[in-house]
């Protein structure tokens, strides 16, 4: 697609910031006001359409899906996410653990425990622990303690928290990650800790490193997106 616009800008809109191409607001992909909730993220979507070229490139726009499935999908329908998120609770990658008296299990201990511990103590849960790979459910006390938590967050932050969940594997790293002063990428060191240390043991892999920079972009774009909705 050709670029269709010369100028772009920012006006107040009902509920925030709103991005205009030639003095015309710009929708979501289903047709919504594209409103952002803070002008912080409404200049970063701006920039995205002030540094297409003659050409529109989708790829620059690392923010606008985030706005769009914010509002297009999760604000229609809340429950939706929040059982996907509660899911992740089950099958939370900090609870399942190496053999123990392994090497791999000294550092899983090592680098998981406090997040976990951090993460039951701000939450007031329990996450039950195992060793192997055989599943064991949480209690449905926690279920009901984390569905009320995030029954809370706004829409903005649940699609944040999604996408961070889901490229974890972990409710804890993306529930850290929300927190006020989080460090995003010692959390997703944590949560890539079993790969890092298959590629101590036998090196890394060309296809598997481009991967993983691929998921890592993914998982600081959602950072940044929760960042900029605050």
Same mark, same amino acid.
């Given at each position: 697609m050709k670029r269709f616009y010369k100028d772009t800008g920012i006006a107040e809109a009902e509920g925030g910031f709103q991005v205009q191409l030639d003095g015309r607001p710009v929708k979501t992909a289903l047709g919504s006001a594209q409103i952002a909730p %803070?002008?912080?993220?409404? $200049?970063?979507?701006?920039?995205?359409? /002030?540094?297409? #070229?003659?050409?529109?490139?989708?790829?620059?726009? @690392?923010? @606008?899906?985030? +706005?769009? !499935?914010?509002? /297009?999908? *999760?604000?229609?329908? @809340?429950? /939706?996410?929040?059982? =996907?998120?509660? =899911? !992740?609770? $089950?099958?939370? %990658?900090?609870? !399942?653990?190496?053999?123990?008296? #392994?090497?791999?299990?000294?550092?899983?201990? $090592? *680098?998981? /425990?406090?997040?976990?511990? $951090?993460?039951?103590?701000?939450? #007031? +849960?329990?996450?039950?622990? +195992?060793?192997?790979?055989?599943?064991?459910?949480?209690?449905?006390?926690?279920?009901?303690?984390?569905s009320n938590r995030l029954s809370a967050l706004d829409e903005f932050a649940l699609t944040s928290l999604l996408t961070m969940t889901s490229l974890t594997a972990s409710l804890c790293i993306g529930m850290s990650a929300l927190e006020a002063g989080a460090d995003a990428e010692a959390l997703w060191g944590a949560a890539n800790l079993e790969e890092d240390w298959q590629i101590e043991q036998w090196g890394a892999d060309y296809e598997a490193q481009a991967v993983r920079n691929r998921r890592t972009a993914d998982f600081m774009t959602a950072w940044e997106f929760y960042t900029l909705t605050r």
């Open positions: %803070t002008r912080s993220l409404a $200049e970063t979507l701006a920039a995205e359409w /002030d540094a297409q #070229g003659d050409k529109i490139d989708p790829a620059l726009f @690392r923010f @606008r899906d985030h +706005v769009d !499935y914010t509002i /297009d999908m *999760v604000r229609p329908d @809340r429950a /939706d996410p929040i059982a =996907k998120l509660l =899911k !992740y609770a $089950e099958t939370d %990658t900090l609870c !399942y653990r190496a053999d123990p008296g #392994g090497h791999f299990f000294a550092r899983q201990q $090592e *680098v998981w /425990d406090p997040l976990l511990n $951090e993460f039951e103590a701000r939450e #007031g +849960v329990m996450m039950q622990r +195992v060793s192997g790979i055989i599943h064991r459910p949480q209690s449905p006390e926690i279920a009901t303690q984390l």
